[in-house]
């Protein structure tokens, strides 16, 4: 039996699409929302995308409406494409959503799975093949600007946004390498995606010396897993990520029935 430890946060991801582009998980943001701040989870997540494989909800949206219906849950981008907007309208909206939202929005950041194409960053006039780029330009500026302070843009336009708002928990994700550099430079913690134990032991090695290089904090970690359906066996999983030093784990719903899985959830954080 994994030795267990009882700080790690259990998150879950509202429904507002579905790996299954057959079986699309839409439902009521609402009900989900409060529902999952109800049975104890610590935090929400959304989804992100223009135009992806399966349908999906534009992800301001659904955290501001999250927001608005729950008052303790932390809410987050699970996660935001940086580089298919504009980077001062990004930290306009965070700024807002954390001014309403009571300062509990989590800003997760991403540049996007590649079995979603390219369609979406054509669409928004943007390019693939430099979303890395325009992510690192972005990360460089987002806080400055979410917090109300004159910030350079990329093409040498100097801004000051206001309001200015608490700067959220930026988090980068992604297994890769250049994930792992853009968290280590940028960000407060890093997302992997449902990696094993052995894995996530070298993933964490690596994001740690990078850290060390530029003489950063090393990022906390957050892991995206599905759990075994088993409960003993979800707990065994969760508890080797928080031995192994985890500091989140976002549960996603299997299916459309997001009740049910945010009730198991629950009963995992609530067994750790």
């Given at each position: 039996m994994v030795a267990r430890r009882m700080t790690l946060e259990i998150g879950t991801i509202l429904p507002t699409s579905t790996p299954d582009p057959g079986r699309p998980i839409l439902g009521d943001v609402r009900a989900a929302a409060r529902f999952a701040e109800e049975v104890g989870l610590d935090s929400v997540w959304s989804t992100d995308h223009l135009i992806a494989s399966a349908p999906m909800l534009e992800s301001t949206a659904v955290v501001a409406t999250a927001a608005a219906?729950?008052?303790?849950?932390?809410?987050?981008?699970?996660v935001l494409l940086l580089a298919l907007r504009p980077p001062a309208w990004v930290a306009k909206q965070v700024a807002t959503l954390q001014y309403l939202s009571g300062d509990r929005?989590?800003?997760g950041v991403g540049t996007g799975n590649p079995a979603h194409g390219d369609i979406g960053w054509r669409a928004a006039g943007q390019s693939f093949a430099g979303r890395g780029r325009r992510t690192d330009e972005a990360l460089a500026i987002l806080p400055d600007l979410i917090a109300g302070r004159t910030a350079t843009l990329p093409d040498g336009t100097e801004a000051a946004l206001s309001p200015?708002?608490?700067v959220p928990p930026i988090l980068?994700?992604?297994?890769?390498?250049?994930?792992?550099?853009?968290?280590?430079?940028?960000?407060?913690?890093?997302?992997?995606?449902?990696p094993d134990i052995d894995e996530l032991a070298g993933l964490t090695a690596e994001l740690a010396e990078l850290a060390a290089e530029r003489s950063r904090p090393v990022p906390a970690v957050t892991i995206v897993a599905a759990p075994p359906d088993d409960l003993a066996q979800a707990v065994d999983?969760?508890?080797?990520?928080?031995?192994a030093g985890v500091t989140r784990v976002i549960v996603p719903p299997r299916d459309a029935d997001w009740k049910a899985g945010y009730e198991f959830a629950a009963k995992v954080k609530s067994a750790l």
């Amino acid at each position: 039996m994994v030795a267990r430890r009882m700080t790690l946060e259990i998150g879950t991801i509202l429904p507002t699409s579905t790996p299954d582009p057959g079986r699309p998980i839409l439902g009521d943001v609402r009900a989900a929302a409060r529902f999952a701040e109800e049975v104890g989870l610590d935090s929400v997540w959304s989804t992100d995308h223009l135009i992806a494989s399966a349908p999906m909800l534009e992800s301001t949206a659904v955290v501001a409406t999250a927001a608005a219906v729950t008052e303790r849950i932390q809410v987050g981008f699970g996660v935001l494409l940086l580089a298919l907007r504009p980077p001062a309208w990004v930290a306009k909206q965070v700024a807002t959503l954390q001014y309403l939202s009571g300062d509990r929005i989590v800003l997760g950041v991403g540049t996007g799975n590649p079995a979603h194409g390219d369609i979406g960053w054509r669409a928004a006039g943007q390019s693939f093949a430099g979303r890395g780029r325009r992510t690192d330009e972005a990360l460089a500026i987002l806080p400055d600007l979410i917090a109300g302070r004159t910030a350079t843009l990329p093409d040498g336009t100097e801004a000051a946004l206001s309001p200015g708002a608490t700067v959220p928990p930026i988090l980068v994700a992604g297994n890769g390498t250049a994930a792992l550099r853009r968290a280590a430079t940028y960000a407060d913690g890093w997302i992997g995606l449902n990696p094993d134990i052995d894995e996530l032991a070298g993933l964490t090695a690596e994001l740690a010396e990078l850290a060390a290089e530029r003489s950063r904090p090393v990022p906390a970690v957050t892991i995206v897993a599905a759990p075994p359906d088993d409960l003993a066996q979800a707990v065994d999983k969760l508890s080797a990520y928080a031995a192994a030093g985890v500091t989140r784990v976002i549960v996603p719903p299997r299916d459309a029935d997001w009740k049910a899985g945010y009730e198991f959830a629950a009963k995992v954080k609530s067994a750790l």
